[in-house]
């Protein structure tokens, strides 16, 4: 074991950290998306968009194999990915839940469901389960208004929400899920 | 006799489980062995009765809301009378005319640039031609661009994105810029809290945005278009997709289009979810690739813009009213508002109102008419407390401004803004301390932080209203947030900065009262405060 007072042995983790990803030519499937957008001048947050498609989110080598590839400073890249909402860099939960903090959701209601759904999933926002089933998020406003307050649950819109129908949407939710791999 | 039954299945329906209504219908209709076909349409706007099903049987409409799941076999059995079925009962009834003028929420409403939605198939070319789609470029192409950029000057058509520059103007200033390659974008990034209307017009009619920005593209002299629509519209971004690929097919995107020598082609963007990138520096500088912050102008984009060409930035619904200037003529559709801007304008009415949705109407109709004659008024027999107009740049207006018509000079008089659309009324249950705190935390969370006004301003007021809100307010606070106010407001780069403070500025001055409650009496009337309970 290196010591950490060492300043010789902490030196050279920084060369292989920054060798690693050069090491081996891209994953097939993250060649593909980079191909298609290979000597274009307008593409960053589209490639972006495309490896969080592929992953669900951005794994650190897949946005250094872009930056490689695309000839894009890495620090360009990060400057992006972390100005979007967007673009997330951990895994994401199998259900994601976003509840909607719109306007007309807060005055009808959201603020309670984000704090149930919290307190019953005994996550913070932006957090994920241990068992990597759900993952919280609150979003500003998807448009369902009329309906609020609304809640995303993999995607689908559950309108006229309660604190008790979120808790029970995602009981449901999570025991449907609760038998497969 | 030929017979359709219509489902509505936008965003908005399919949160009410229009997808399982649609399906029921199917069965249903192969079941019976009925010889109709089922059809899968836009949204009309009266998201309170969806799931929306329209019947229409040789010329005859019955509209029918809201029809679950579970409903869908009576009401097709009901209404085709099959084994004697008894008719579906009256309070499913939404309306029993083609024009649905029969129900009070669509009576005082005037349908253009939403005309086509919930009525046509979005995903069918074929049913936008139908309904005299692709006529108004028609009709373009055979004028000179300057007679098109001509016609909507006179049309008096002011941009819908909110801010109200004269859509004309700003097509003549991009058309008059000496560089051969000019872009046209369509924002569709509407980020407004409160506000689906974009959505509702892509997701239902996404033909007449792209016949607008063809249009655009002729008078104007663009080569290429984008269109920058908002992460969380997925279904937009599908409906607009298919949209496009039809009009390439078909010859109205493309080279030579319809035989006019016109050369265009739109690419749709996906935004990533960033608030200011509704900001239009900021939105080329999204397209581009690049950080989605906003920067000085001028130059103003229609000198330099993408890639430092002249580039037109038009809202989705001044694009969808422009086929309909052609048509119907400037005059006509000037005739539809005031003096000072034509046409109509759409908005999206939620909050604790009857009839919540999408509603269509003259520009200078007042507040009240929208929000008691269309929305039917207040809902569970609560009071009208404030109508917040205009998203996180607007302002909350009392019962006294209710007679304000909705147009672009006298909302900015009341400090409110007409922004893209976006009303929201709220009743005696909700504290106006924490509404104005709600917009501070979306603004501040939504600041680029590019410059420094907007960055701290918006988290030093959010810190005042939300010491205000736990009850620990004096009153040297109200001072202080209006300074604060002023300096941002004075001082911002963009307008995401320079319109944040007017939540709590128009809250301070027609609802000051709650203010000093929860400072001096330590108390909110509305009980929505938590530590003030």
Known sequence: MPSAASGTTARPRKTVYLGDPLAEPPPPELLAILERHRGRGDVLVTVLQQIQAQYGYLPERSVRYASRELGIPLARLYGVATFYNQFRFTPPGRIQLQVCCGTACHVGGAPAIVERLKAHLQIAENQTTPDGIFTLQTVFCVGCCSLAPVVIASGAAHGRMTPGGAESLVRDLGAAEEGRP | ?533
């Not at chain 2, 019976?32 to 929306?52: D, I, K």
């Not at chain 2, 809902?379 to 209710?402: M, N, T, W, Y």
Request: overall charge negative; glycine content about 12%; proline content about 6%.
């Open chain 2, 1 to 533: 006799m030929r017979s359709t039954v219509k489902v509505g299945t936008s965003t908005c329906g399919l949160a009410t489980g229009a997808e399982a209504t649609f399906r029921a219908l199917q069965e249903a209709v192969s079941e019976t062995g009925l010889a109709v076909s089922t059809q899968r349409t836009g949204c009309l706007g009266a998201c309170h009765r969806e799931p929306l099903v329209e019947i229409v049987v040789d010329g005859a409409h019955v509209l029918y809301g809201p029809v679950t799941a579970d409903r869908a076999r009576p009401l097709l059995e009901g209404h085709f009378t099959l084994h004697g079925a008894p008719p579906p009962p009256e309070d499913w009834v939404v309306s029993r005319t083609p024009d649905r003028r029969d129900y009070a929420f669509f009576a005082p409403q005037v349908k253009v640039t939403t005309a086509n939605c919930g009525v046509i198939d979005p995903l069918s070319l074929e049913d936008y031609l139908a309904a005299g789609g692709y006529e108004g470029l028609r009709r373009a192409l055979a004028m000179s661009p300057e007679a098109v950029v001509a016609a909507v000057t006179d049309g008096r058509l002011r941009g819908r994105g909110g801010a109200g520059y004269p859509t004309g103007l700003k097509w003549k200033i991009c058309r008059s810029q000496p560089d051969p390659l000019k872009y046209l974008v369509c924002n569709a990034d509407e980020g407004d809290p409160g506000a689906f209307m974009d959505r509702t017009l892509i997701e239902g009619d996404p033909h007449r945005v792209l016949e607008g920005m063809i249009i655009a593209a002729h008078g104007i002299g663009a080569r290429w278009g984008y269109a920058y629509v908002r992460a969380e519209y997925p279904l937009a971004v599908k409906h607009l997709e298919a949209a496009i690929a039809q009009a390439r097919d078909a010859g109205y995107l493309g080279t030579d289009i319809l035989g006019s020598g016109l050369d265009f082609d739109v690419i749709v963007k996906e935004g990533a979810g960033a608030f200011v990138c509704g900001e239009e520096t900021a939105l080329m500088h999204s397209i581009e690739g690049r950080r989605g912050t906003p920067r000085m102008r001028p130059p103003y984009p229609a000198a330099s813009g993408l890639w430092g060409h002249p580039t037109n930035i038009n809202n989705v619904e001044s694009y969808a009213s422009v086929p309909s200037i052609m048509t119907g003529g400037a005059e006509w559709f000037s005739s539809l508002g005031t003096s000072e801007s034509g046409g109509t304008k759409t908005f999206a009415l939620a909050g604790a109102i009857q009839r919540t949705g999408l509603v269509e109407v003259p520009i200078g109709v007042s507040l009240r008419q929208v929000i008691f004659d269309v929305g039917g008024g207040i809902r569970d027999g609560h009071s009208f407390k404030a109508v917040q107009i205009g998203g996180p740049s607007g302002g909350c207006l009392p019962e006294c401004l209710l007679d304000t018509p909705v147009d672009y000079g006298p909302l900015r008089a009341t400090g409110a803004i007409m922004g893209s659309g976006g009303m929201v009324v709220v009743d005696d249950t909700t504290c106006m301390v924490d509404l104005a705190r709600y917009f501070l935390s979306f603004t501040q969370d939504e600041s680029c932080g590019k410059c420094i006004p907007c960055r701290i301003g918006t988290r030093k007021m959010l810190g005042i209203l939300t010491k205000i809100t736990r009850g620990e307010g004096d009153t040297a606070d109200l001072d202080r947030l209006q300074q604060v106010a002023h300096t941002i407001h004075t001082t911002s780069l963009c307008g995401l900065g320079q319109t944040a403070p007017n939540p709590v500025l128009t809250t301070l001055r027609y609802f000051r009262d709650e203010y000093a409650a929860h400072i001096h009496d330590r108390h909110c009337p509305a009980g929505t405060c938590t530590a003030l309970r």
